[in-house]
């Protein structure tokens, strides 16, 4: 099982960008997914996640602005930031797990398999 996240950039606060994660392998197209951010000199943090019933998750950091949801044709995770901010500049990470899971759940250990990352910079 492999993930690639793509669609980071540059953008100015207050801008949008979505970020992609598809993941190829032998896995089921219903497996829990997440998101994670880790900023330069913090820990990694998750921010949102979707259950094999695709209901979602958010940190309260994003609610409101992130929107995570599936393209099931494309085997693609998406991540839709709206109204980004300063604190918004992380590296940012898709992760899954094999099986089905019902309830999203924050706790890294629960992913078994993680992408390389994408960087977003949000400038003033």
């Known amino acids: 099982v492999q993930l690639a996240e793509s669609g980071g950039a540059s953008v100015q606060a207050g801008g949008s960008l979505t970020l992609s994660c598809v993941v190829t392998g032998e896995i089921s197209g219903r497996a829990p997914m997440a998101w994670f951010r880790q900023a330069p000199g913090k820990e990694r943090e998750a921010i949102a996640s979707?259950?094999?019933?695709?209901?979602?998750r958010y940190a309260d950091s994003v609610k409101g602005r992130f929107t995570t949801f599936k393209d099931s044709a494309e085997n693609t995770l998406l991540l839709q930031m709206n109204s980004l901010r300063d604190e918004d500049t992380a590296r940012y990470y898709c992760a899954t797990d094999r099986g089905l899971r019902f309830g999203g759940t924050f706790d890294q250990k629960a992913y078994e398999y993680w992408g390389q990352g994408t960087q977003v910079t949000v400038a003033s």
């Open positions: 979707i259950d094999s019933s695709t209901r979602t």
